[in-house]
Every structure is written in C-alpha cells, then in structure tokens.
C-alpha cells in the first residue's frame, strides 16, 4: 500500500547535525512534491520545506533557512532532510507528507503523511 | 508573511453541527486543505481544495471559502470527530506552505 516511513530521529546536542529519511512505498514516487512538516511538542503544525517532484525546486521556512537541505533519491524512492546547527526549538516530531497530485507544484493538498520521528535537541 | 487564524477551542455536543473557522487576508482567493489529527497519530487530510473531500472521508465533513474567512463544518458530529483540526494554504509570494495554529475540537 502506499506508505511514507521516516527514520534518523534521536537526541542530538545543540550545534550538531543529523539527517532524517523519508522511504516511499507504493507509488511513483518520482512524480509527487514532498515535503517535511514538524510539531514541537504539545504544539501545532509547522512546514518546514518542500521539494518538487522533479528537484528542481526547494523551499524552505524562514526558521529553518540556511541550516537545513531537503534532497531526494527518486532511485532509492526516498526523501532526505539534512539537519545542521540544530538548535533545542528545533525539537519536533517531524513527518514527511505527499502531494495530493502527481506532477503538482505549489498549492496542492498533503495526502499521504509517515508516522513521524522525533529529534530531540538536547545537551 | 500570511498569516491564519483558528481559534483554539470550539466545543459541540454530539449529533449538532461544529463550525471551525481559518482567517487570513483575502483566503477566498486561495485553495484551503483541512487536516484532522487525533492524539499520538499523524495528520490526516479531510478537505482539500476548500471543499473536496478524499474517499473515505465522511460526508459530513464539509468546507467552504470566502472572503476573508475558510470553514470547515461538520455535521452531526459524533465522538470520534474529536481532535485538533489545521487549516492550510500555499502562500505564493513567499513559496511557503502556511498552516493555521489549529483548534481543538471537543464533543461535549
């Protein structure tokens, strides 16, 4: 079925870096915008960056900007988020999400989401 | 950068009508997604494009847009409509994708 499993979470201390997963299951995952969204704890959503299906775009939040790299491996079928600096308001249970429609940029809804992986960011 | 609002908070008593509002700067001229998420579970997309729903989603769940102000409206709503609920847009003069601070929907 069609399936998003994130993996990298863990403890980090602050000014380290660490790298998330995203493996897609299920679908051309060659064909759809990704993005990561995260939730601090107790608190609400927040976007972090997107990719186009393609590459040929990123985005990022303004928080994150600068000390983040979203990339995918459309042969592996996997998204990435390269975390550097990582600061304690970066802890969040961060997930990966799909665009609804293939071939979409921009404005398009999120329907598929992974179960999350917490990072923690702690000395 | 566009902002939206949701209030915190709105409670219903089962089988009445629950309304959740998003505000932002002329919203109506952009499309609104709505994602339900229950405790410990990841989000969960119950509108999208203001007022279509994905298979599966009951058609009780409905959305409407416009003006300075999106809805989510949930009919005859049931204990298991319980959750936070997060309106969302892509904010095209920034190229970033906007969530509202979400509501916490509580069936009475």
């Known amino acids: 079925q069609v399936q998003l499993v994130e993996s990298g979470g863990g403890v980090v201390q602050p000014g380290r870096s660490l790298r998330l997963s995203c493996a897609a299951s299920g679908f051309t995952f060659s064909s759809y915008g990704m993005h990561w969204v995260r939730q601090a704890p107790g608190k609400g959503l927040e976007w972090v960056a997107v990719i186009w299906y393609d590459g040929s775009n990123k985005y990022y939040a303004d928080s994150v900007k600068g000390r983040f790299t979203i990339s995918r491996d459309n042969s592996k079928n996997t998204l990435y988020l390269q975390m550097n600096s990582l600061r304690a308001e970066d802890t969040a249970v961060y997930y990966c999400a799909r665009d609804r429609t293939a071939m979409v940029v921009s404005d398009d809804a999120f329907d598929i989401w992974g179960q999350g992986t917490m990072v923690t960011v702690s000395s | 950068s566009y902002v939206l609002t949701q209030p915190p908070s709105v409670s219903v008593a089962p089988g009445k009508t629950a309304r959740i509002t998003c505000g932002g700067n002329?919203?109506?001229?952009?499309?609104v997604h709505w994602y339900q998420q229950k405790p410990g579970q990841a989000p969960v997309l119950v509108i999208y494009y203001d007022s279509d729903r994905p298979s599966g989603i009951p058609e009780r769940f409905s959305g409407s847009n416009s003006g300075n102000t999106a809805t989510l409206t949930i009919s005859r709503v049931e204990a298991g409509d319980e959750a936070d609920y997060y309106c969302?847009?892509?904010?095209?003069?920034?190229?970033?994708?906007?969530f509202g601070g979400g509501t916490k929907l509580t069936v009475l």
């Open positions: 002329n919203i109506g001229s952009k499309s």
């Open positions: 969302q847009v892509w904010d095209s003069s920034s190229a970033h994708v906007v």
